[in-house]
């Protein structure tokens, strides 16, 4: 069976650097920070009071009242985002087979915010009984945006939740890809999305030392590859993408931002949060993403590598990426959105994706905010292009895109230009 070619027709976003595709994309080349105090609740009693949250949404904008009441806000966001793609792409659903045309979306905690909401306002008045809102399960539940995506459409294809960490969306993506080219859509909304910046969400990664404390600069915050980087800063938001069956997108001429040329996935097999120390699981996910793509190491020219700033995780990837490319590794850009966006959990490879797709189109590789001279670390080879604080212009050909999450889970998705 020939596989099919799959491409991308669409991109969707609500991000902490923007609530739409453009005002992300001139924020990410500018190196700008979505990193700012805390607004969603109170956070001044923890240790950290600070985060990358998505600015300035107002649902009423998006939905009616009623319908945003049944909603969390990851499905919120996901919502929109899809709604941007689908829009982007323009997709004619009239004239659609809607039965070949999926949702799959990657989300890591789903609810948490409703969650938190229902069990607290129940324990502060047991009294009064179990008095739920009969929308609790609903809302909380990580399939319900990509179900209520396929309601808005009517799309009825294959419509599920992937969940995996923070490679929850790039697994979605990796899915996507796979039952495209199999024949079994010909198009797919997939993305990520994850909204967990509440008491419990970030007071739990607190308690696990995972978060940035540097609450006098939040901006600074997240610093890959820098000495002095001490956690991620927790983000939120969404992004989609539309993937098409090459030979279906050209037939409605539909606009190719870039074709997905292969997926990775492999398993640490080493710990429930600590990366492999010498990024074993990385390097094997890197190569499966090549081989599936019949791309060699020097045919990359950009990775936008999971990068979280934490003192763990940066060294690894790199030492994975150094084993995996060789000497190809000093002649390609490495930069990390998260410096920028901060880390959205499971919906960080999608937006992740939708960067270096534009990276890809635009011929342009995005920085890695927040490093300053003499801070450097000794264990980090500063002689590969990590491409920091400002953007730098290159050819493209193709680019390659790391998520790694709690579990040892690990996921690479490649976009090359289309040929």
């Given at each position: 069976?020939?596989?099919?070619?799959?491409?991308v027709?669409?991109?969707?976003?609500?991000?902490?650097?923007?609530?739409?595709?453009?005002?992300?994309?001139d924020s990410?080349?500018s190196?700008?920070s979505g990193?700012?105090?805390?607004?969603?609740f109170d956070a001044?009693?923890?240790?950290?009071?600070?985060?990358?949250?998505v600015?300035?949404?107002?649902?009423s904008?998006?939905f009616?009242?009623?319908?945003?009441?049944?909603?969390?806000l990851f499905?919120?966001?996901a919502?929109?985002?899809?709604q941007?793609?689908?829009?982007?792409?323009k997709?004619?659903?009239?004239?659609e087979?809607?039965?070949?045309i999926?949702?799959?979306?990657?989300?890591?905690?789903?609810?948490?915010?409703?969650?938190?909401?229902e069990?607290?306002?129940?324990?502060t008045?047991p009294e009064?009984?179990?008095r739920f809102?009969?929308?609790?399960?609903?809302k909380?539940i990580a399939d319900?945006?990509?179900?209520l995506?396929s309601i808005?459409y009517?799309?009825?294809g294959?419509n599920f939740?992937?969940?995996s960490?923070c490679?929850?969306?790039t697994n979605a993506?990796?899915?996507?890809?796979?039952y495209?080219?199999?024949?079994k859509a010909?198009i797919?909304?997939?993305?990520?999305?994850?909204?967990a910046i509440?008491?419990?969400?970030?007071?739990g990664?607190?308690?696990m030392h995972?978060?940035?404390?540097?609450n006098?600069?939040?901006?600074?915050?997240?610093?890959?590859?820098s000495k002095?980087?001490?956690?991620?800063?927790?983000?939120?938001?969404?992004?989609?993408?539309?993937?098409e069956?090459y030979?279906?997108a050209?037939a409605?001429g539909?606009?190719?931002?870039?074709?997905?040329?292969?997926?990775g996935l492999s398993a640490d097999?080493h710990?429930?949060?600590a990366?492999?120390?010498?990024?074993?699981?990385a390097?094997?996910?890197?190569?499966?993403?090549?081989e599936d793509?019949?791309?060699r190491?020097e045919?990359i020219?950009?990775?936008?590598v999971?990068?979280?700033?934490t003192?763990?995780?940066?060294?690894a990837e790199?030492?994975?990426v150094k084993?995996?490319?060789?000497?190809?590794?000093?002649?390609?850009n490495?930069?990390?959105?998260?410096?920028?966006?901060g880390?959205?959990?499971?919906?960080?490879?999608?937006?992740?994706?939708?960067?270096?797709?534009?990276?890809?189109?635009?011929d342009i590789?995005t920085p890695?905010?927040?490093?300053?001279?003499g801070?450097?670390?000794?264990e980090?080879?500063y002689?590969?292009n990590?491409?920091?604080n400002t953007?730098?212009k290159?050819t493209?050909r193709?680019a390659?895109?790391?998520?790694f999450?709690?579990?040892?889970?690990?996921?690479?998705v490649?976009?090359?230009?289309?040929?």
């Open positions: 069976m020939k596989l099919k070619r799959v491409v027709t669409g991109i969707g976003a609500v991000t902490p650097l923007g609530n739409t595709v453009p005002d992300l994309w990410v080349i190196g700008r990193a700012a105090p805390i607004t969603h001044s009693n923890f240790k950290v009071r600070f985060a990358c949250e600015k300035n949404f107002n649902p904008n998006y009616e009242p009623k319908e945003a009441r049944k909603m969390d499905t919120q966001y919502m929109v985002a899809a941007e793609a689908v829009t982007d792409a997709i004619d659903v009239e004239n087979n809607l039965d070949k999926g949702v799959i979306l990657g989300v890591g905690i789903g609810g948490i915010r409703t969650f938190e909401e069990v607290t306002s129940y324990a008045h009064l009984g179990p809102n009969p929308f609790f399960i609903p909380m319900i945006a990509p179900g995506i808005k009517g799309f009825r294959m939740t992937v969940t960490a490679a929850s969306s993506i990796c899915d996507a890809f796979n495209i080219r199999l024949g010909n797919i909304v997939v993305g990520g999305a994850e909204a509440c008491e419990s969400g970030v007071g990664f607190i308690s995972a978060l940035s404390t540097r006098d600069s939040p901006e600074t915050a997240s610093r890959p590859f002095s980087r001490d956690g991620f800063v927790l983000g939120e938001g969404a992004a989609c993408l539309i993937l069956e030979e279906h050209v409605r539909a606009k190719i931002y870039a074709e997905v040329a292969g997926c097999a710990h429930i949060t990366p492999h120390p010498e990024g074993k699981g390097a094997a996910v890197m190569r499966d993403a090549l793509a019949e791309i190491p045919d020219d950009y990775i936008n999971h990068g979280t700033s003192p763990l995780g940066d060294i790199l030492k994975a084993e995996v490319f060789g000497e190809a590794a000093y002649k390609l490495i930069s990390s959105s998260k410096s920028m966006t880390h959205l959990l499971g919906a960080a490879g999608a937006v992740e994706s939708l960067i270096s797709i534009l990276s890809v189109a635009n590789v890695t905010i927040n490093f300053t001279e801070d450097e670390d000794p980090i080879d002689a590969l990590l491409t920091f953007a730098q290159r493209v193709a390659l895109s790391n998520t999450g709690f579990g040892g889970h690990n996921a690479s490649i976009y090359k230009k289309l040929s």
